[in-house]
């Protein structure tokens, strides 16, 4: 099976960066995604990582340890609308996605 | 263009009532993918259809629940005899590729939320 963990709650400062971690334990793995939920609404793809390394999207960034089974989103110059939830998942060789439990985020002014 | 579309999205039932719930995915998209999310959970995977056939349904939670899909395009996820731990959002999402395709994201519904009273 697999296991992935992520904080339950962040709070952050409008203008500030935060980064959300995201930990798991998988065999065969191959690729973790990123979502966006906000309340109420469909999650939407943030970003994918298959190989080591961060990879960058406006205020957005994702990195990738494939070693370490980690991970963490990276979001800078943070805006009121980012509060959300956002859920990490993971791939296992060819099968669907395994997701977190999220991390809800509170960005206060 | 249009998005996935999930009707109705809400859904208010009895117990020990059968629901059905409704999942449009966005047009020319093979894979289709049922999710249930409940207060403090993560998305929980409950089946997986690549065209008409289900090559996972690994996550459905009991022989109460089955879905199916008809002409490669609408599916439809049937909850007998409800009970209350069934109360939810079932999430659809539809994706242009299978899951052997790397790196494909799946684009998600509104969701229908589930009262099972």
């Known amino acids: 099976g697999q296991n992935i963990d992520q904080p339950t709650e962040m709070t952050a400062t409008e203008g500030a960066i935060v980064q959300i971690n995201c930990t798991y334990q998988?065999?065969?793995?191959?690729?973790l995604f990123w979502y966006q939920q906000h309340a109420g609404e469909a999650p939407t793809f943030l970003s994918y990582n298959v190989l080591d390394g961060l990879e960058e999207k406006g205020r957005f960034s994702s990195f990738l340890s494939r070693s370490k089974g980690y991970s963490y989103l990276l979001l800078k110059e943070l805006q009121m609308k980012d509060s959300a939830s956002y859920l990490c998942a993971v791939r296992a060789g060819y099968s669907t996605l395994t997701f977190g439990k999220g991390t809800m985020l509170l960005v206060s002014p | 263009g249009a998005g996935v579309s999930q009707s109705p999205s809400n859904k208010v039932t009895e117990k020990g009532k059968d629901v059905e719930l409704r999942c449009d995915p966005i047009?020319?998209?093979?894979?289709l993918y049922w999710y249930r999310q409940s207060l403090g959970q993560g998305l929980e995977f409950l089946i997986y259809f690549q065209g008409n056939s289900a090559p996972d349904k690994s996550g459905l939670p009991s022989d109460r629940f089955s879905a199916e899909r008809t002409g490669g395009s609408v599916s439809t996820l049937t909850i007998q005899r409800t009970q209350q731990e069934d109360s939810a959002v079932y999430l659809c999402?539809?994706?242009?590729?299978?899951?052997?395709?790397?790196?494909?994201?799946?684009?998600f519904g509104p969701g229908t939320r589930l009262t099972v009273l």
């Open positions: 998988t065999s065969g793995f191959n690729g």
């Open positions: 999402a539809s994706s242009p590729h299978p899951p052997v395709v790397a790196g494909v994201e799946q684009f």
């Open positions: 047009s020319g998209h093979t894979a």
